[in-house]
């Protein structure tokens, strides 16, 4: 044998070992993408509405929050206004006028006494507007009149996941 035919019969066994894929095995079936496709969209419907009473959840963790630290604030008021540190309004019950003058404060003995850093914003609503009640409105009155500052509440009208309102925290 010459050079030529040894090569050449090398070449042909060498063919010979390479397996070809066969077409049949290739990729996936229509069926099995139908199915997975089908499988993704069950459990992606499935978490999203999770994912939607997780945001509320701590929208209304939140709100709980926020009430607390606004409800506190007037206690202080009232309670500082009780000790006698600041001449309060005539009427007022020794509440705050407003919940400005929680965040500004009052004058006690020449140093000035804040009750609240900053006017939070109401988690239901976006915006930085409370519902207030003052001591001689009803205890389901929507309507502030003027007075003093009692209680405070959201404006939201929509109901929390335990089925009650937001305005009755």
Request: overall charge neutral; hydrophobic content about 35%; glycine content about 8%.
């Amino acid at each position: 044998m010459d050079e030529r035919d040894r090569v050449m019969n090398v070449s042909i066994n060498n063919r010979a070992a390479i397996r070809w894929p066969d077409p049949r095995q290739q990729g996936f079936t229509l069926i099995e993408l139908i199915v997975s496709t089908t499988i993704l969209s069950i459990l992606v419907g499935m978490a999203l509405p999770l994912a939607r009473i997780n945001v509320k959840r701590e929208r209304e963790h939140e709100l709980r929050i926020d009430l607390w630290m606004l409800r506190d604030a007037i206690d202080r008021y009232k309670t500082a206004s009780e000790g006698g540190g600041f001449q309060i309004k005539l009427g007022s019950e020794g509440y705050p006028p407003d919940l400005d003058t929680l965040v500004t404060g009052v004058d006690v003995a020449g140093k000035k006494l804040r009750f609240l850093r900053k006017i939070p914003i109401d988690p239901m609503t976006g915006k930085d507007e409370w519902g207030l009640r003052s001591v001689q409105d009803d205890k389901d009155s929507t309507s502030w009149g003027g007075q003093n500052i009692f209680d405070v509440y959201t404006k939201s009208d929509q109901s929390a996941l335990d089925g009650t309102k937001y305005k009755d925290w």
